[in-house]
């Protein structure tokens, strides 16, 4: 069992940045493959990053690269979401994700996560 908790939404401008974090709690939590995604109002869920339980392999989705960076830091059980260069497109709700066993692959695939955090509003104006 893996209990996630996002933080570090918030209003930003557009063009600015921000970092959310995702604190994980259980006993083998570090070894989990997460994934971010995001709904927007009226949206579908969408993808928008995973990272492999040890950090060494990362995906973006084709409308965040070059601006959004996955990490994870396995000490501290947290994975981040560097933000930048955020765009009004990117409002919405940010869930964090983890796959449903240890040292599993990370995913693109939202019905592949069976543990989900509550989630933080991000909302970037113009």
């Known amino acids: 069992q893996v209990t996630l908790v996002e933080s570090g939404g918030g209003l930003v401008q557009a063009g600015g940045s921000l970092r959310l974090s995702c604190a994980a709690s259980?006993?083998?939590?570090?070894?989990?493959?997460m994934g971010w995604f995001r709904q927007a109002p009226g949206k579908e869920r969408e993808f928008v990053a995973a990272?492999?339980?040890?950090?060494?392999?990362?995906y973006l989705a084709d409308s965040v690269k070059g601006r959004f960076t996955i990490s994870r830091d396995n000490a501290k059980n947290t994975v981040y979401l560097q933000m930048n260069s955020l765009k009004p497109e990117d409002t919405a709700v940010y869930y964090c994700?983890?796959?449903?066993?240890?040292?599993?692959?990370?995913?693109?695939?939202?019905?592949?996560?069976?543990?989900w955090g509550q989630g933080t509003q991000v909302t970037v104006s113009s």
């Open positions: 259980g006993r083998t939590a570090s070894s989990y493959a």
């Open positions: 994700a983890a796959r449903p066993s240890p040292y599993t692959r990370a995913s693109t695939l939202l019905t592949e996560y069976d543990y």
């Open positions: 990272i492999n339980w040890s950090g060494g392999s990362t």
